[in-house]
């Protein structure tokens, strides 16, 4: 930085708005999530955990490829913690030395989430060992992928935030058609469309938040 | 054509720098000042200095406060400091669409 120049003002009117322009960009990039580090690593979660989950039980239970019970599961739930705590990382780098109503916001709806799958997990580990297999892993998956779209819903109410709207309503919608289809097919819709859908959904949201826009009038 | 006058206090380089940043902070937000200096690449020497002139100025609400024992400086755009951003961006277009003319 030219700390001499700095007290002069910008050359012209052009140069004024530049100034302006990039710097909003640059306190937007640094203030925002990374959404590649927010949505891509669920994403690769479903894609890989649900995938494996369809190759190994078919749609009808026998399975396409021959693997250890255990490996769907653990792929599955150890890539989400993954995606939770690569996630966690980049929103407290965003939120950092941030005070105020953002700040608060966030905790409450963290507590949101937490909630919604501690009810979850009482609930149906009470009665999904009663279900037949298929129908029980169902009920997990589809339920979890049911709370993910509606907190994602509720975000983008929150945050007044697009990728997360459509995201849920993606979600919400595939994960209904899935399990319409049946125990198997619904793994196949989340892996496909749920986790590809998660990938083309943060792939927009960097793209819009590094290349913004023209710079827009400030709401008071 | 008579050009409108820009705010002097938010036409100088740095200190257009620093509002424009702190004008993407959401409504009821405040920015650290060790942030706000990551942001925008200055000195702390240098960003106090301007700092202190917006906050003469009346556009910047400086709050000091305490994270555990360590002393913080919370800042962030006063309701005046904003409509001074707006009304400096409206006189900047209204003089760029009079030079194209």
Known sequence: MN????EQPPASPAESLRLIRDQRARAERSLTPDPR?????WSVAWLVGYGLFFLRYGSDGDGLVAMPDWLPFAALFGLMALALTVMSVALFRAGR????ESATKGSMYGMAWLMAFTGQGFLLGRVSDRLPPPEAGLLWSASSMGIVAVLYLAGAAIYQDRTM??????????NIGGVLAGPGWHALAMAVAGGGGGLVFGLLAWLRLARPPA?????A | MSLPELDPVIH?????????ALSTLPHG???SFPRLQEILGMTAGNLSVHLRKLEDAGYVDVTKTHHGRTPATL?????RGRLAFEDYTTAVRALLDGGSQ
Do not use: F, K
């Open chain 1, 3 to 6: 700390e001499v120049d700095e």
């Open chain 1, 37 to 41: 580090l927010v949505y891509w690593p």
């Open chain 1, 97 to 100: 030395h941030v005070a105020g």
């Open chain 1, 165 to 174: 709207l459509y995201l849920g309503g993606w979600l919400g919608v595939v």
């Open chain 1, 215 to 219: 710079l827009r009038p400030d709401p």
């Open chain 2, 12 to 20: 100088a380089q740095a200190r257009l720098r620093v509002v424009a």
């Open chain 2, 29 to 31: 937000d405040r920015l």
């Open chain 2, 75 to 79: 800042l962030c755009l006063s309701r």
